[in-house]
């Protein structure tokens, strides 16, 4: 079975400093994991996939996230929070065919200026 | 091109009433998925169609909730016999077949009075 954790229901930070959002995942084989984004009153934008290529996955908006085997996580990261960045953010595993799709409880990520 | 679209935007409806959910993928991709969000939580799998087949629909949380996509593209979510445990919203996405990335509708949101 598959599952994701994400390790925090809140974070806040200061404008300019840097993000950490945590998440763990469970999965019985190689899976495929993605950061979305929800902003208020908008969809959930897709912000950085990995799909077991480079470990260290690139997205928009300045974000990135790394994949670590050993520890299970695919934590989210991003050197310098602007204001627009406060949203909520949902870590997802998917299974091989990519389709029954596991979303956590989502982080709310507050920034202050 | 347009997105993904869904309609109802909001719809209220006294418990023990049926009510349609209709979702417009993007032209052209196979995969639709259906999600249930509550308040607070993150987006809840419920079933997954490739063209007009039901290839998961484990996610269905009951009897009442009838999901079809009968030629391939514009799918219905159908919850019969509303209760107020339904109240949430409900969000369509729509992928190319084997692209891991979902693009999502705006959700309906429906409250069960």
């Known amino acids: 079975a598959q599952s994701v954790t994400q390790l925090d229901s809140h974070v806040s930070v200061s404008e300019g400093t840097p993000v950490l959002l945590r998440c763990n995942y469970s999965?019985?084989?190689?899976?495929?994991l993605f950061w979305y984004v929800q902003h208020p009153n908008k969809g959930l934008q897709l912000l950085l996939k990995y799909t077991s290529a480079a470990t260290l996955v690139k997205g928009i908006n300045g974000f990135e996230a790394e994949f670590k085997k050993s520890e299970t996580s695919f934590h989210l990261t991003k050197p310098s929070a602007h204001m627009s960045d406060a949203a909520e953010y949902f870590c997802v595993v998917t299974t091989t065919g990519g389709f029954k799709t596991i979303f956590g409880a989502g982080t709310r990520l507050f920034v202050k200026a | 091109g347009a997105g993904v679209s869904q309609s109802p935007r909001y719809k209220v409806a006294k418990r023990g009433q049926d009510v349609a959910l209709r979702c417009d993928p993007i032209?052209?991709?196979?995969?639709l998925f259906w999600y249930q969000q509550a308040l607070g939580q993150g987006p809840e799998f419920l079933t997954y169609?490739?063209?007009?087949?039901?290839?998961?629909k484990s996610g269905l949380p009951s009897d009442r909730f009838f999901a079809e996509r009968p030629e391939g593209s514009v799918s219905t979510l159908k919850i019969q016999r509303t209760q107020q445990e339904d109240s949430a919203v409900y969000l369509c996405a729509s992928s190319f077949l084997g692209e891991y990335e979902q693009y999502f509708g705006p959700g309906t949101r429906l409250t069960v009075t």
């Open positions: 032209s052209g991709h196979v995969s």
């Open positions: 999965s019985s084989y190689s899976p495929s």
């Open positions: 169609f490739q063209n007009e087949a039901q290839l998961d």
